[in-house]
Every structure is written in C-alpha cells, then in structure tokens.
C-alpha cells in the first residue's frame, strides 16, 4: 500500500510511493509528514522518556514457549469485550486531537475501527465532536468514550450524558492525569492546536500558543488548560459518583498496581485498563507489559483486563494475551495511520497487527484465544 492523503500536520498534499509492512515504517513516514508542533505532541513522553522508552523494550524482555504439532490449520482471533464482538483483540486506544495528523481525523479512525471490526475509544479531547463520530462509525461501530473529570460536574455529567446518548458502550475515566506531566517537546515547542482546529466536545478551548518571552516558563497550552480545568482533587468518589450517572460500564484507564487495582473492584469498575498513558504522565513508572500480571492477579477475574503501551508487533499482542490481558490498545500507530493515509493508513495498521498475532499465534501452537495460556511465556530474568 502507498501513502496518498493530506497531512494536517504538515499542511501539505502528499501522494507517494512508500511501501510500509510492519508499524515502525508508519512511524518512519508520519516522521516526515508531520509538522514539529504535531510530531512532538504525538511522539514524546514525559521528563526522560524512560518509561516511554521501557513500554517497548519490556516486551522484549519476555520469550516465548511455543509448542509444536497442535494442528493449527483453522485459527481463530475473534474475541468479546464487555459482551461485545470484536474481530481480533487489539483495539484503538484514546488519543487526543487525531486531526493534527489527517484532516479526517477521528472520523478516518472510527470508519476504520468499524472497517477492521474492533473497537475505538475516543477521546474526550478528540478535534470532532464524540456526536459526529457515532454518526460516522454508525450503529455497527463499536465504541467507548474516554472521559477527563473535570472540576465542573456539570459539564463532565453532561459529556457522560452525550457519550451515553450517542450510543457508547462504555466511559473510560482516565485516572493518571491529574496534571500534565513535563513534556519537555511540548515545551519546546510550545505546543498548541493549530488555530483551524478546536477541542469539538467544549466550548473552552486550549489557549493558543503566547509567542511572550515567559510563554516557554509557562510551559504549553496544554499545562495552563489542565491546570485551570481538571479535577487535580480527583479520588474514587469520583468514580462512584460517575457510576451513579449512568448505566454504561464504567472503566479505569491508568491502573499499574495491585493495590489500586483492588479498589477499582471496590468501586464496582468493570473493567482495568493498565496503562501509563504512552510513557507521558509519570516518568519512571513500571513498563504496563510488567505491571499486567499483578493487576490480574489482584482482581481475581472478577474484571476484564486491557492494557497499553508499547504495543508494536504481534508478539506482544500474544505476550500480553498470555499473561491476562483480555484485549489490548493501540494509541501512536494509529496516529502514524492517519498520517500515512487516513482511513486507509489506520486500516492497514490494524490489518498488520491481526496478521501478525495470528501468525504468532499459529506458530504457538494456539487454535483460539482460550489457548493462550500463561506458560506460554517466560521472563528472560528466569531463563
Ligand atoms: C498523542 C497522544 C494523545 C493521547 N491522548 C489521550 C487522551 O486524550 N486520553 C487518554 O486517556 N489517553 C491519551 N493518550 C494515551 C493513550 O490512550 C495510550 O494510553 C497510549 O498512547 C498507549 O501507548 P502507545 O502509544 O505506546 O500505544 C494519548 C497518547 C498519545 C500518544
Ligand atoms: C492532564 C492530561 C491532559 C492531556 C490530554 C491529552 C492526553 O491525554 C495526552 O496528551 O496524553
């Protein structure tokens, strides 16, 4: 497949020949497409990027256990989520502002999660509004909505109330982001929304960029929004309080220890995502591939389990199925997609994952996802 699309991030028309066959060849062309405003927002962790870094480098860290003769002439990959089908278990995570990296946008993505038969959680701070999405993906595209609380209930009811409304099939409060971390791009480059685009779901919108010598002091725009609107005081009341608005699940995204996994069970969660938000929130955090199985420990299967971060190949869709995850997400390929080419860029992304997972999965030995089993992988430290 070739790129051809228009690249917000850029400004630009590109229609070119760029062969891609695996996620970091979309990451290698989005590099070119995008802008550095885009690029640093999209690309960068937090502080020194170690975490960002070790989401990828920890599924390194754990090897296979294949076994031989299994006949694995019919395999199949279909899953269920919350109850709901999907057609294999990598879904498309929540990331912001997807219009920076194609005109399309959100509505590219949703049109190609429904395409692929997988879910889509969109962000709350997603550049077309959560209404246009649905009528997008329509009634057969599977879809969660993921939520920031704000410090105005009434305007975080309400979005709980329009996602409900539009035909979501779950909230995911994400819990990790109190306030912006440090990211050093985004201060560089003094991040903000290009002026065409605006956060669709509020009327506030992020400040443009101050080009004023203390602008760089003051960080990005994004810092001074969150600063000014998010719930910093945020505690589990606040995710009872959400239950208590509506009949959808509810979900926690941000979850990386047994402990706080116990409470969201507590709090009658119904499910876990264990993420650390890409590596951009706190800097130093355990790689989500090693904080999985004590989350799924601690729960006692009384939850489903996803996480995400560093997701990049097939193998650690099956690593991570392996070791308890229900289904996983995928947050910055899919940003690469669209820049590679809308729809049809975020199409084939999601095409290469499915490929490649079952491939591994048949050179395990696994027939379905019920064979995945924890002996199938070890960690090197034990080898
Ligand atoms: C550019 C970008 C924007 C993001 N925006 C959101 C967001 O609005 N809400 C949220 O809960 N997580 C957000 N995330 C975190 C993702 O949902 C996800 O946890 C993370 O990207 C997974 O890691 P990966 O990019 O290595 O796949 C964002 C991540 C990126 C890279
Ligand atoms: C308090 C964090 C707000 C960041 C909003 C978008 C996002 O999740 C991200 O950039 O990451």
Partial sequence: MAAAGRCAGSGQSVARSVAVFCLSDFEK???????????????SGADQELTLKDNEEAFRRYRLRPRMLKDVSKVDVKTRILGQDVSFPVCVGATAMQRMAHTDGEIATCRAARKMETCMM??????????????????????????????????????VLRAERSGYKAIVVTVD???????LADARNRFSLPPHLHLANFDTQLPQSSLTSDSALEGSSLERYTRDLLDASLTWEGIDWIRGLTGLPVLVKGILTAEDAVEAVRHGVQGIIVSNHGGRQLDGVLATIDALSEVVKAVEGQVEVYMDGGVRQGTDVLKALAMGARAVFIGRPVLWGLAYNGQEGVERVLQILRDEFKTA??????????????????HQSKI
Avoid: H
């Avoid at 062309?29 to 690309?43: K, V």
């Avoid at 959560?130 to 979005?159: K, P």
């Avoid at 982001?177 to 990211?183: F, G, M, T």
């Avoid at 999965?361 to 070890?378: D, F, H, K, W």
């Fill in 29 to 43: 062309y989005a590099r070119t497409q995008l802008n550095g405003n885009a690029w640093g927002y999209y690309s």
């Fill in 122 to 159: 969109l962000s709350s701070w997603s550049t077309t509004s959560l209404e246009e999405v649905a009528g997008a993906s329509g009634e057969s595209g599977l879809r969660w909505f993921q939520l920031y609380i704000y410090r105005d209930r009434d305007l975080t009811r309400n979005l």
């Fill in 177 to 183: 982001a109190p306030v912006v971390a440090k990211r």
């Fill in 361 to 378: 999965m048949m050179l395990s030995g696994c027939r379905n996802l019920a064979e995945i089993q924890p002996s199938l992988v070890v």
